[in-house]
């Protein structure tokens, strides 16, 4: 005669095997896992840190000191003799239609009646450069040269060739190395200069260096154009003095600055 029912299940003995031997296969791989751990992995760690604790960069206290932060010697800097004056100067473009046309052997914008002469060696207009040779013009010998961020008194001389002229675009002409001298910011439309520095053969033969430093004039007004320039007038590519020992440091602060504009 069955046993009554008393609501309870009773457990199958086959379940409870199971459960066990997965249970021991787990605990069985756990250490195994543990074991190789043990072998392979920590043995690698500990003798990386005895590396580094043995190396010369790590300096750890003696019992009952502080560490003692180590002495950075610093070479000063070492001064760049015999170079030429640096100039800085600012250029009115701020007209939408006319060109300022800019002479590196006076430093100052001059008054051109006939754009194929020799008197100019850049032509500023708003935030456009162009220079005094190429498609601009026939005569004049003026290119210029990227040279890229560099500091700009380490650019001691400059090369006598290969540099780019200007070539006729679809209205006009323009010089290619000059094309963005500026980021342009899309938020503030507002146009910072880039670091770099640019050789410069004039329209007669002769070289010079210049930098962008800023576009804006003093009333916020776009199209100052403000650079920092050394000009050879010996014709070397050289921006050292030939004579002498002069030490000069040329920061866009500490110079002398002229405005020109007409």
């Not at 932060?69 to 070492?78: F, G, L």
Request: proline share 5%.
């Amino acid at each position: 005669m069955n046993e009554p029912f008393d609501g309870t299940a009773q457990p199958d003995p086959e379940i409870g095997k199971k459960r066990k031997l997965w249970r021991n296969l787990f605990l069985l791989n756990l250490c195994v896992s543990l074991l190789l751990v043990g072998i392979f992995w920590l043995p690698s760690k500990l003798d990386q840190v005895a590396d580094f604790l043995n190396s010369p960069s790590v300096n750890l206290p003696e019992e009952g000191k502080m560490v003692e932060k180590p002495v950075e010697k610093v070479e000063p800097a070492a001064k760049i003799t015999n170079l030429l004056a640096t100039q800085v100067t600012t250029v009115n473009a701020s007209s939408e239609k006319e060109y300022v046309y800019f002479d590196f052997s006076s430093g100052k914008p001059v008054r051109i009646l006939d754009p194929s002469s020799l008197e100019w060696d850049l032509a500023f207009r708003r935030g456009k450069v162009i220079s005094n040779g190429g498609a601009s013009s026939k005569l004049g010998q003026a290119g210029l040269i990227d040279l890229g961020v560099v500091e700009f008194d380490e650019v001691q001389e400059v090369p006598v060739d290969s540099y780019a002229q200007d070539v006729a675009a679809k209205t006009e002409t323009e010089n290619p190395v000059l094309l963005k001298w500026y980021n342009y910011n899309y938020f503030t439309h507002k146009l910072t200069a880039k670091k770099n520095s640019y050789a410069v053969r004039t329209a007669d033969g002769k070289f010079a260096k210049f930098q962008f430093l800023s576009f804006y004039c003093d009333n916020k007004e776009a199209g100052c154009i403000k650079i920092r320039y050394v000009y050879q007038d010996n014709g070397s590519s050289s921006f050292l003095r030939t004579g002498g020992a002069f030490t000069t440091t040329s920061t866009a602060s500490s110079l002398p600055e002229t405005a020109n504009s007409f």
